[in-house]
Nanobody, 118 residues
Framework: QVQLVESGGGLVQAGGSLRLSCAASGSTFSTIGWYHQAPGKQRELVATITSGGSTNYADSVKGRFTISRDNAKNTVDLQMNSLKPEDTAVYYC??????????????WGQGTQVTVSS
């Protein structure tokens, strides 16, 4: 059974930093990362990283956020620096895996709130 357990959200002032962590279990994951969803908006990509270490960042976080992954522990961290009020959202851990016949499965954590005050 796949589980994604997030930690590290909270309240921070603009310009501050937070680190999100996600522990994934129950499968071998190809891509793992983070999405966020602000009130009234769609869920959007923040950053992802493949098992080979290739990263993908939303333009809005490039240069401020860094994603890292420990394949042995199946964990992914998101270091968020220079936070802005517009980064306020619920952050979801995401992971994907491939099953038989190349079927792709997507998994989501329960979400953790990040609030950046101005």
């Amino acid at each position: 059974q796949v589980q994604l357990v997030e930690s590290g959200g909270g309240l921070v002032q603009a310009g501050g930093s937070l680190r999100l962590s996600c522990a994934a279990s129950g499968s071998t994951f190809s891509t793992i990362g983070w999405y966020h969803q602000a009130p009234g908006k769609q869920r959007e990509l923040v950053a992802t990283i493949t098992s080979g270490g290739s990263t993908n960042y939303a333009d809005s976080v490039k240069g401020r956020f860094t994603i890292s992954r420990d394949n042995a522990k199946n964990t992914v961290d998101l270091q968020m620096n220079s936070l802005k009020p517009e980064d306020t959202a619920v952050y979801y851990c995401y992971a994907s895996s491939f099953g038989d016949w190349g079927l792709k499965y997507d998994y989501w954590g329960q979400g953790t709130q990040v609030t950046v005050s101005s």
